[in-house]
T-cell receptor, first 113, second 112 residues
Framework: EAGVAQSPRYKIIEKRQSVAFWCNPISGHATLYWYQQILGQGPKLLIQFQNNGVVDDSQLPKDRFSAERLKGVDSTLKIQPAKLEDSAVYLC???????????FGPGTRLTVT | GQSLEQPSEVTAVEGAIVQINCTYQTSGFYGLSWYQQHDGGAPTFLSYNALDGLEETGRFSSFLSRSDSYGYLLLQELQMKDSASYFCAVRDTRGTASKLTFGTGTRLQVTL
């Protein structure tokens, strides 16, 4: 079974530029999550989708971050414009909804200069 | 809100046993998960407790006391490859709409 795929793995941009990340969850997983992980901290949930609907986006900075999950499969997370404090690893995870088990992708390491 | 506390660092010798504690204060609680993350890697699921007591999976065990808002991860027969960060995470509700809130992580260093 293929795991969660993410691209790109690394991205370096200047502040005020825009960037987009892509995630393909495990086949059949209805729930998809985007997390931000700053160095030395735990993952922080940005947005949660159930199929193509948003379940929770309470911690998403909506003035600069947006996410969509068209057709309930792949998802993209966009930052526009980026700030220095957005430098982090962006993790995508998916779940079939059973228990506290989520499967994470390898992440995208974003550096904003 | 959700608040989870874990020790920031733990060091142990290869072959020993180590316990990583997690205390939580949450507005909703349905279960406690543990994840392992190697440097540069993705978090991977280790264990989940929804009920009080001990869950054992090979060398790893996890314990939960809901009345004390406390859990721990026990790693036995430590190996060098166990050097990683370990996160506890609270699941707030049941069902597919539930979400995890992660602690700040415990960095485990296994030495010879």
């Amino acid at each position: 079974e293929a795991g969660v795929a993410q691209s790109p793995r690394y991205k370096i941009i200047e502040k005020r530029q825009s960037v987009a990340f892509w995630c393909n969850p495990i086949s059949g997983h209805a729930t998809l999550y985007w997390y931000q992980q700053i160095l030395g901290q735990g993952p922080k949930l940005l947005i949660q989708f159930q199929n193509n609907g948003v379940v929770d986006d309470s911690q998403l900075p909506k003035d600069r971050f947006s996410a969509e999950r068209l057709k309930g499969v792949d998802s993209t997370l966009k930052i526009q414009p980026a700030k220095l404090e957005d430098s982090a690893v962006y993790l995508c995870a998916s779940s079939s909804g059973t228990g506290g088990v989520q499967y994470f992708g390898p992440g995208t390491r974003l550096t904003v200069t | 809100g959700q608040s989870l506390e874990q020790p920031s660092e733990v060091t142990a010798v290869e072959g020993a046993i180590v316990q990583i504690n997690c205390t939580y204060q949450t507005s909703g609680f349905y279960g406690l998960s543990w994840y392992q993350q190697h440097d540069g890697g993705a978090p991977t699921f280790l264990s989940y407790n929804a009920l009080d007591g001990l869950e054992e999976t090979g060398r790893f065990s996890s314990f939960l006391s809901r009345s004390d808002s406390y859990g721990y991860l026990l790693l036995q027969e430590l190996q060098m490859k166990d050097s990683a960060s370990y996160f506890c995470a609270v699941r707030d509700t049941r069902g597919t709409a539930s979400k995890l809130t992660f602690g700040t992580g415990t960095r485990l260093q296994v030495t010879l």
